[in-house]
């Protein structure tokens, strides 16, 4: 961990990151080596894009289905 938080602008990151539910340090390491500094993103939309992932919801009218996956690119 203390490797981990030796990077430079992410350290504030990664205690958020890490905290969530089945993230550890191999993940957290790898997805801030992939990415860089998370605050050069304006909303999460644009970290999805970089992923090639979106959130698409099927729906029409007061039918409303659930709110998926879908890979791009």
Same mark, same amino acid.
């Given at each position: 961990?203390?490797?981990?938080?030796?990077?430079?602008?992410?350290?504030?990151?990664?205690?958020?990151?890490?905290? !969530?539910?089945?993230?550890?340090?191999?993940?957290? +390491? @790898?997805?801030?080596?992939?990415?860089?500094? =998370? $605050? *050069?993103?304006?909303?999460?939309?644009?970290?999805?894009?970089? !992923?090639?992932?979106?959130?698409?919801?099927?729906? +029409? @009218?007061?039918?409303?289905?659930?709110?998926? =996956? $879908? *890979?791009?690119?």
């Amino acid at each position: 961990m203390k490797k981990l938080l030796m990077l430079g602008g992410a350290q504030s990151q990664i205690p958020a990151i890490i905290r !969530a539910k089945g993230v550890g340090i191999k993940t957290v +390491s @790898g997805f801030l080596a992939e990415v860089g500094d =998370i $605050s *050069r993103f304006d909303n999460p939309k644009e970290l999805q894009k970089l !992923a090639g992932l979106a959130l698409v919801e099927n729906s +029409s @009218g007061k039918h409303k289905s659930e709110t998926t =996956i $879908s *890979r791009r690119g």
